[in-house]
């Protein structure tokens, strides 16, 4: 270490040490904050008169009732989305695909309905459509 | 200067005894801070998203290709207990950081009649998260298949508008990073690679957030439905408010932005009451009806 | 001391250092990796690359940049200082790994090039927390590179001492570009204050080491003024030890005089190979020896023992009673100059 090499070093670390340690805090006490919103969701809750099956998970809440005028419906809250690509609800007798009816494609957290025009359904089938591979089924029971 | 009995000398066997004492503590000190900051930098850093990008593994699908509002493949999924056909739209992205444009300009140009009359299959690698799916064409042109006339040729696709005078806020992202193939897909440290994503023509996505975590998502036109790309590159990656009229076009919500300001950066957090009117419209349903539905519950849904 | 090159010169000690490296390098990667596994198990390898050598690459650069001070401070650290350009590049080799995957995974495979496109895609060049960062890890990754290319010998005595110094001194400006480009990137993603506490403190730190051990040194530099016949006093007899030496600074022009076998010989401070301070070394063998390296030279002519060749200069020194008197002006360097005989008049 010469005392050129020191004077040197002086000079930089006067500078570095005052400027770097400023910069540095102030872009950490600055980072910009998301906007957050309070999100809607696209579709209302169905009311039914009176609920008939009522399954909770971590990712839906799944709702079959009677409406005022009679007629059955079925309704998922979904809190959480499915992690595939494609996933249909089915009205099933059988418990799997055969002879499953197309209820309604889910995606992210929502409110999905619809009606059970052919009657209560012996089963509900969660399907993704497109790995062709049946993710759940729902037995209903009276 | 210290007066030692010790004296280094680098290649010699070894180190006088003194030094070796200080030195296997100074080894011991850093093998600890080794373990140590990569446990706080693990433990610390923000979990990542649960999305996926199937890598490797190329998916055929069966569907209705179409560039309305940017290039989609609609996959039908059923038909609903009311007798509709219900499409699930697979935005297409090209291989690398490229959008589908022009390989579905291409596709359109070797047909005889338009997209709509045809079943094409094709084939390519699925990107999915939070309810959105994309379908990267890997093989370029080589991933259309084949085609076939539409058995029911009517309209595939459905569209709404739920509100003329919307105003949004979120975070402008490219949404082949986002739902499966970059973790982070958002945020600073991703923007450049958002900024190459969304220059070469991947469709931009307005990512909406609320405080519980949950994430709506909102392609992003001009007004007349064209790619808005090039106009919006020095706005990605940042808190902003775009201004425009609200579509829905079947499962993906819309925003023709405006001619004048159509995005502005946003300085100052939100005020969170100033955009209620606008997301209530946000619904299947586009007749005007009072909304009994409750912010509670919303965020008993939200995880 | 080459005197023909060889890639390493390795001996036992080089190799012990460059295996506790490996070893510290390789705790770190598999900590972080098993760690990522069980508690961020939905990460990309990808990221999972860059954030580990990102995160190895800074912690390394902090103990790299503590070994100077630590050493000036108390010379039982020299010989983590031995071996300090291994771990330089070493260094560099994993911010390489980091800056290549990043570049390829940002900016590859898309509408421009991508060392175009680092400069280009975020031009936020007039903000600080919109600034783009990459820009800043850019020049830090091309600052090692230079220093790990010329970190050998060779390019020590073709560039010359002084020049080589001035190139690697850049490494306080790389530091710097590493510092803002942490907080100006992931900080700005991810703002987590364990993290940038850490960073903080290692921030903290190496300024420290460096501001003490500056004004440590301060007090230690002996300014002489000129005397009789141009002579200027340095000491007694009494304050050197036995084969070591005191150090005087003359207008700028630093001298060490060593007391040996009952004579006092006086030779430049600065040895030729790194500008190391030979007035802290020690003599062994009959040889001045540089406390940094090990660099060897006669006392009574500044010559490197054969077969080496370096040569530092020379300088008068005469006794009066038990009062040691020295002259500034340096001979050239290998001349040889009697030296001061102890209890002689």
Redesign the interface.
């Known amino acids: 270490?010469?005392?050129?090499?020191?004077k040197?070093?002086?000079q930089?670390?006067t500078v570095?040490?005052l400027?770097?340690?400023v910069?540095?805090l102030?872009?950490?006490f600055?980072?910009?904050?998301?906007?957050?919103?309070?999100?809607?969701?696209?579709?209302?809750?169905v009311e039914y008169e009176s609920v008939t099956f009522r399954k909770n998970t971590d990712i839906y809440?799944l709702e079959l009732g009677k409406m005022e005028d009679g007629s059955q419906g079925i309704t998922v809250?979904?809190?959480?989305?499915f992690?595939?690509?494609?996933v249909?609800f089915?009205a099933s007798d059988s418990g799997d695909m055969h002879g499953a009816?197309?209820?309604?494609?889910?995606?992210?957290?929502?409110?999905y309905t619809?009606?059970?025009?052919?009657g209560t359904p012996g089963n509900i089938v969660v399907y993704d459509?497109?790995?062709k591979k049946m993710l759940e089924s729902i037995n209903i029971t009276q | 200067m210290q007066h030692q009995d010790a004296f280094y000398i680098g290649y010699l066997p070894k180190a006088p005894k003194n030094m070796a004492g200080l030195l296997k503590i100074v080894i011991a000190t850093i093998a600890l801070l080794m373990i140590f900051v990569a446990s706080m930098v693990v433990v610390n850093e923000e979990k990542f998203d649960e999305s996926t990008f199937e890598y490797g593994r190329l998916t055929e699908l069966k569907g209705v290709v179409s560039k309305h509002p940017v290039p989609m493949l609609k996959v039908a999924m059923g038909t609903n207990p009311e007798g509709q056909t219900v499409y699930r739209s697979f935005v297409l992205v090209n291989f690398g950081k490229m959008g589908a444009y022009e390989l579905v300009d291409e596709l359109a140009a070797k047909m005889d009649e338009p997209l709509d009359r045809y079943e094409v299959t094709v084939r390519g690698t699925l990107i999915y998260f939070d309810g959105k799916t994309l379908l990267e064409l890997t093989n370029r042109s080589a991933s259309f298949l084949g085609h076939s006339m539409r058995n029911s040729p009517g309209p595939v696709s459905n569209s709404v508008t739920i509100d003329e005078a919307a105003s949004l806020e979120g975070e402008i992202i490219d949404p082949k990073c986002y739902f499966g193939v970059m973790k982070p897909g958002f945020g600073k440290v991703h923007r450049s690679c958002a900024v190459r994503c969304i220059s070469g023509g991947i469709p931009p996505v307005l990512m909406m957030k609320n405080k519980t975590g949950s994430r709506t998502y909102v392609l992003l036109t001009d007004f007349d439905w064209q790619p808005v790309n090039r106009k919006i590159l020095d706005k990605i990656g940042k808190g902003v408010r775009v201004s425009g009229s609200l579509q829905k076009v079947d499962d993906w919500h819309v925003l023709k932005l405006n001619e004048a300001t159509p995005v502005a950066l946003l300085n100052d957090p939100i005020n969170l009451a100033k955009n209620t009117d606008a997301l209530w419209a946000m619904r299947d349903n586009h007749k005007a009806t009072t909304c009994p539905y409750h912010l509670e519950s919303a965020i008993n849904l939200c995880r | 001391m080459a005197h023909q090159y060889v890639p390493v010169l390795w001996n036992r000690q080089k190799k012990r250092y460059d295996l506790f490296v490996f070893i510290g390098i390789i705790l770190y990667l598999l900590t972080f990796v098993a760690l990522t596994a069980v508690l961020k198990p939905n990460i990309t390898a990808e990221a999972l690359v860059v954030r580990a050598t990102g995160s190895l690459a800074v912690l390394m650069l902090h103990i790299i940049l503590a070994i100077g001070p630590l050493s000036r401070l108390d010379t039982r650290f020299l010989p983590l200082l031995y071996n300090r350009r291994h771990l330089g590049v070493t260094m560099f080799v994993v911010a390489f790994a980091h800056g290549g995957f990043s570049i390829v995974q940002f900016h590859a495979l898309g509408d421009a090039n991508p060392f175009v496109s680092i400069f280009i895609s975020n031009p936020e060049y007039g903000t600080l927390v919109h600034f783009p960062f990459q820009t800043l890890g850019f020049f830090a990754l091309i600052i090692f590179y230079l220093m790990a290319a010329t970190s050998h010998d060779f390019w020590l005595v073709n560039l010359g001492p002084k020049f080589w110094k001035a190139m690697h001194m850049m490494v306080y400006i790389a530091y710097a570009l590493v510092i803002m480009h942490v907080a100006l990137g992931i900080a700005q993603s991810e703002p987590e204050p364990i993290m940038l506490g850490l960073l903080g403190i290692g921030l903290f730190t190496i300024i420290s080491l460096h501001v003490i051990a500056a004004f440590r040194e301060a007090k230690n530099d002996r300014e002489g003024s000129l005397n009789q016949q141009g002579y200027v006093y340095v000491g007694a007899v009494d304050q050197i030890p036995e084969n070591e030496a005191v150090t005087i600074n003359i207008n700028g022009e630093k001298i060490a005089i060593f007391k040996f076998e009952g004579k006092l010989s006086a030779v430049s401070n600065v040895c030729r190979h790194q500008n190391g301070p030979l007035g802290e070394g020690k003599i062994i063998d009959g040889c001045i020896t540089c406390p940094w390296h090990g660099y060897q030279y006669l006392p009574h002519n500044g010559c490197s023992p054969p077969p080496f060749s370096e040569k530092v200069e020379t300088f008068d020194v005469i006794l009066e009673g038990d009062k040691i008197y020295v002259h500034p002006k340096p001979y050239e360097p290998g001349t040889e100059r009697p030296p001061a005989v102890i209890g002689a008049q």
Not at chain 1, 77 to 81: G, N, R, T, Y
């Open positions: 270490m010469t005392s050129l090499l020191r040197r070093h002086r930089i670390w570095t040490g400027i770097i340690p910069l540095f102030l872009a950490i600055n980072v910009p904050d998301f906007p957050y919103n309070d999100l809607p969701l696209s579709q209302r809750p809440d809250m979904l809190k959480k989305a992690n595939s690509p494609a249909g089915y009816k197309f209820l309604f494609a889910v995606e992210g957290p929502n409110v619809a009606q059970l025009t052919h459509r497109v790995h």
